[in-house]
């Protein structure tokens, strides 16, 4: 097996350990349909485990990546490699400057609320949050499309 390979291999299994997660942390509490503050909580819990393996596949999908583009630098003058790398950077950013601001609330909600009512304000929150999950997946999925037919 060639180090080219070797990468080839960590970037798929970077793929499933890091987009997988990624494309189903809505679903684990919209799907789940929490009543309570108790299982809101647990569903938020599943979800911040699920984004570690996000982050570590992410960071391990972003490195192999870069390599395979160094070992064949045509690539980058490729435009599936380019929209693919301009995509990826722009999911990434939108962690910290879209998703961490709509999520912080809700965190602070778990915080301050006590009982086991789940308060009106967090279906606005959770909406807005989820939204842009979604519009992270859908990047996902475009990249992960590009990857495949490499179309141009």
Known sequence: MTFYNTLVFIHIFSAILGMGPGLVMTAVVTLSKPATMSELKHSFKIRNTLHIF?????????????????????WFSQGWYITSLIL???????GPFVLKPRSTPIKQMFIHVEGETI??????LSKELFLYERIINILFIIIISLMILKPF
């Open 54 to 74: 996000t982050m570590v596949g992410g960071i391990l999908l972003l490195v192999t990546g870069l390599l395979m583009g160094v070992l064949h630098p045509y």
């Open 88 to 94: 990826y950077l722009v999911a990434l950013a939108m």
């Open 119 to 124: 308060p009106s304000t967090y279906a606005d």
